[in-house]
């Protein structure tokens, strides 16, 4: 073109981040504290990381661990569930508490006049809990509910079912949010055992930063938590994996009245402390995004999907690293195969080391963006808490991107991303199981019979013996 | 009872948005907002042109256009914009609301003078053929398919908007209908780019890591050049006529586990004086767990397992909608009879001081979390200027809403949660 417009210019010199130094210092309770400072804003957030989570449930409990910590905030020895929230949006905070696979999280921000006594709420959530009947009543009804709306949604129902049929009765395998089934069964006595038994000092770390000075937060952690005491029972201890051996397979659970087919490709993969974590993120970079791989595949060159992408969790235990999509019943087959077909890509036409500066600038770019927020820091933070890495990791991850090589995104993806993967399909299966059955292994669970309460992922089957016996901690 | 732990809204220092506003010669409005805290900034467009401003038979073209904004130019291959901020380690993406179109990317501050061209060449020079046209028609038939017949309650949004406007546009929603997207043609494309996409239909915004006069002059060289056309830009002028009877509709679906309802009720639009009231409505029903529809319907009652109230400002008059979903075994008539007594009680009392205090204070709070982000900055600046006219209005909207008193909550409920200005939308399992 020679009209007289610019060309496109060059980019300037790259400027470096700071990221800010984390301090720590454990209490005379053995309560880890990592603090922070940031003062771009008047803001200060803190997270409570508690070392148990789903992953220690027991099969027929699934759930609990979940319940637990939506009933902190529901009443504790001094204020109603009402007043709680009244406190928390007199003062414009946020307090949460949640439960994944690994562990539990109590977070809290708030501007800078209102944490301290946002904070003051958190201890007392964490630490003097009602769990009184009629809450857990109220909490297991709500449950019940918002599982009726997963169960509508194939895109979440898929991703339930592809933990399941890669787990079976392993850990992660059960269904966090529990089933109807578990849910029902779940007793008030249970919450408190598992809140008295695991929220503890000894097996907890605060993160702590913002607008504030590291000693005012080391205080603000001392003066709240500083008198909280650990009970003299073994802390939490997730059993060994006995992880059932992959192999290549279609699940179908048949919906008939789902919109759309949902389909997850799932497969077993590393945990987070793994010296080839790197090379995984790396590679499902490859593969996710607007420009990744299986995007490019599935939505901009043959239009199958509004969205496809891919995702490797970071976990204590092998994650399940899955490739996900919603397309029309009628090119269920054909998203199957594409997508299958572009994750062998990463071994049949592997990205080359310049491919990968621009994959590899996606996970460094992701990363700096992600620590924009005082949130975001402290998340990051309680990233290395949760998987024991020592701190000063941190500022090294994108050093350790930038150190990985097309070979090891080759080897990652040919060890774990080609073969003996688990292809789950939630839809019309009337539209497609045929043509499936005809070269893959195919099993069908009408929509009705589905059981995530089983490791066998259908009713009727007897439930392998559990995992964790709550008595074999003790 | 624990005493009620407090601070005034007073206390939170938000700090003002320092930004510099200039108007270019050919009536492009670029805004910079410079922050060197990390190496990163953020570029908005935002062109005042979205759903209601389809062409007549093309409901949904405004949105189908934004996707067609990534496939190149005369100078570029489609996705150099994706190249340009993923290959580098940032990100983009667009959205199209009822009355805007908005363009943003978050790069390391190195590349903001190349995307700030990239920018300007698809406003100057956008190039589209058959074959990335029809491939993106089905991209945005797919998003219909995923996010309004696949999702739970996806078609309630379009279901509202069709029943409370008569004679508006807004009644077309933002996503269209498939029929209307197939009959799209490449000659659509063409005409809506020169009608909408000009220079003086636009507002470049630029936060973070940058140099104000160095921005401002990029932004001159790559937009400067694009010529205005003479001729004016098409405006809705349409004015839907009040509401005099309630209305109301049932919806069947297979998708929907639990029975829901919305009802929308007619408001001005987000310049009226009225607005800031009505925003503290919605914060004073729906806001956190201590509001109103939350303590009531969801906590106490149990009979809904969700319940939302949004004030939704537009350009152009816009609904204030109550949203409910039954909790298990509730019959909707319950739940509704408790979500009228409610509206019912913003109407007769205004609301405390205390409850004041507390949605300022959580108003305030947002406020001071919006400025986290580069990202979050260039879009509230880059809405203020298109949705409401004026940028400066985000350092004024907390005095605007310190402003509103209890009297002021009443009477906006009074004026607008009328049952004769209301639409309904009971939305069942089939």
Redesign the interface.
């Known amino acids: 073109m020679n009209d007289g417009a610019p060309v496109m210019p060059a980019p300037g010199p790259p400027r470096d981040a700071a990221i800010p130094a984390a301090v720590e210092r454990t209490l005379d309770n053995g309560l880890r504290v990592v603090a922070f400072e940031q003062r771009n804003l008047p803001l200060i957030a803190a997270q409570l990381i508690v070392g148990c989570g789903g992953a220690a449930e027991r099969e027929e409990e699934a759930g609990l661990s979940a319940m637990v910590a939506a009933l902190l905030t529901q009443g504790t020895t001094r204020r109603s569930a009402t007043e709680i929230a009244a406190a928390i949006d007199a003062l414009g905070a946020r307090l949460d508490a949640g439960s994944g696979y690994d562990a539990s999280v109590v977070s809290v921000s708030a501007t800078t006049p209102a944490f301290g006594q946002s904070f003051a709420l958190l201890n007392e959530i964490v630490r003097a809990p009602a769990f009184l009947a009629r809450e857990v009543e109220r909490v297991r009804t709500k449950s019940l509910s918002d599982l009726s709306l997963t169960y509508a949604n194939p895109s979440a129902l898929a991703r339930l079912v592809a933990y399941r049929a890669a787990y079976a009765g392993a850990p992660y395998g059960h269904p966090l949010a529990g089933t109807a089934a578990t849910l029902a069964s779940l007793e008030r006595d249970r919450v408190a055992w598992f809140h008295e038994r695991f929220y503890r000092p000894d097996d907890a770390t605060l993160v702590i930063g913002g607008d504030l000075t590291v000693d005012e937060a080391f205080a603000f952690a001392e003066g709240e938590l500083g008198s909280w005491r650990a009970p003299d029972s073994p802390r939490c201890a997730v059993p060994d994996a006995v992880i059932p051996p992959p192999r290549a397979r279609v699940v179908i659970v048949d919906k008939a009245e789902s919109g759309r087919t949902a389909l997850t490709v799932g497969g077993v993969t590393i945990p987070r402390r793994s010296p080839d974590y790197a090379a995984g993120v790396v590679a499902n970079a490859v593969l996710t995004g607007y420009s990744g791989r299986v995007n490019q595949e599935i939505r901009v060159k043959r239009g199958l999907s509004y969205s496809a992408s891919t995702s490797l969790p970071a976990r204590r235990l092998p994650a399940l690293f899955t490739a996900s999509t919603l397309i029309d019943h009628g090119r269920a087959v054909e998203a199957t195969e594409v997508m299958l077909a572009t994750l062998r890509s990463l071994v049949d036409a592997p990205a080359g080391d310049d491919d990968l500066i621009s994959r590899k600038a996606t996970v460094t770019g992701g990363f700096y963006r992600g620590i924009e927020t005082i949130d975001g820091i402290a998340s990051a933070l309680a990233e290395h808490v949760l998987f024991d890495l020592p701190l000063d990791e941190l500022p090294r991850f994108p050093g350790r991107i930038a150190a990985v090589d097309a070979s090891a995104v080759r080897r990652f993806a040919a060890r774990w991303l080609v073969d003996d993967l688990c292809v789950t399909l939630v839809g019309d299966a009337s539209r497609f199981a045929a043509d499936l059955a005809r070269t893959r292994d195919v099993r069908i669970i009408p929509g009705d019979q589905l059981d995530l309460g089983s490791p066998a992922l259908e009713a009727e089957v007897v439930p392998v013996p559990p995992l964790l016996d709550a008595d074999a901690v003790s | ?2 005493a ?4 005034s ?1 007073s ?3 938000v700090s003002p948005f320092l930004y510099v506003d200039r108007t270019l010669a050919n009536g492009l409005r670029a805004i910079v907002i410079p922050d060197r ?4 900034a953020a570029i908005n467009v935002a062109y005042r042109v979205g759903g209601k401003d389809d062409p007549a038979g093309r409901s949904g073209f405004a949105h189908l256009f934004e996707h067609l904004m990534f496939k190149g130019t ?3 291959a489609p ?1 150099t914009i ?2 340009l901020t ?6 983009n993406n667009a959205f199209t609301t009822e009355d805007i179109t908005n363009y943003y990317e ?1 790069i ?4 903001l ?2 995307l700030l ?2 920018e300007a ?1 698809r406003l ?2 956008l190039t589209v053929n058959e074959a990335n046209f029809a ?2 028609r ?2 945005v038939i ?2 219909y ?3 309004i ?4 309650y ?1 078609l309630l949004d379009e279901l509202v908007n069709r029943e409370a406007y008569r004679v508006h546009p807004y009644r077309r929603g933002v996503i269209g209908s498939p029929a209307e997207l197939n009959a799209a043609a490449l000659d659509d494309v063409v005409a809506f780019h020169a009608t909408y996409y000009r220079p003086d239909n636009a507002v470049v915004v630029v936060a973070g ?1 940058c140099d104000v006069e160095e921005t401002f002059g990029w932004i001159e ?2 937009f400067g ?1 694009i010529p205005t056309p003479s001729s004016p830009i098409p405006r809705v002028r349409v004015v839907e006529p009040p509401q005099t009877q309630e209305r109301s509709f049932t919806h069947r679906a ?5 029975p829901a309802l919305e009802e929308a009720y007619h408001i001005p639009e987000a310049a009226h004086p009225d607005a800031p009231a009505l925003e503290v409505l919605e914060a004073v029903l729906g ?5 109103r529809l ?2 009531t319907l ?3 009652r ?1 009979l809904v ?1 969700s319940a939302w109230a949004s004030a939704d400002l537009r350009q152009q008059p816009g609904l204030f909608g109550l949203r409910i ?1 039954c ?2 075994g509730i019959a909707l008539a319950d739940a509704r009879w408790a979500l009228h007594e409610e509206v019912e009680r913003v109407c007769s009392e205004p609301p405390s001081e ?1 409850e004041l ?2 949605v300022r ?6 406020l ?2 919006a ?4 990202n979050g900055v260039a879009m509230a600046l880059a809405r203020a200027t298109t949705e409401r006219g004026d940028p400066a209005v985000v350092n004024t909207d907390l005095e605007r809403y310190l402003a509103v008193s209890g009297a002021d909550v009443q009477r906006v409920a009074r004026t607008y949660l009328r049952v004769e200005n209301r639409t309904a939308i009971e939305y069942l399992p ?1």
């Open positions: 009872m624990t009620l732990p407090t601070i809204a206390a939170i220092h805290r990390v190496p990163s005369s100078r570029t996705e994706d190249r993923e290959d580098v380690g940032g990100f978050v390391p501050s190195n590349h003078e190349r061209w990239a060449d100057a020079s491939t993106e089905e991209v797919g998003e398919d995923q996010r017949l696949a999702e739970p996806g890591d060289r790559y050049r297979a998708n929907a586990p639990l806001a956190g767990r201590s509001s939350y303590t969801v906590y106490e149990q397992t979903t909790a298990r205390l205090e507390r204070t959580q108003i305030a709070s947002a001071v979390r400025r986290q982000t580069n089939a």
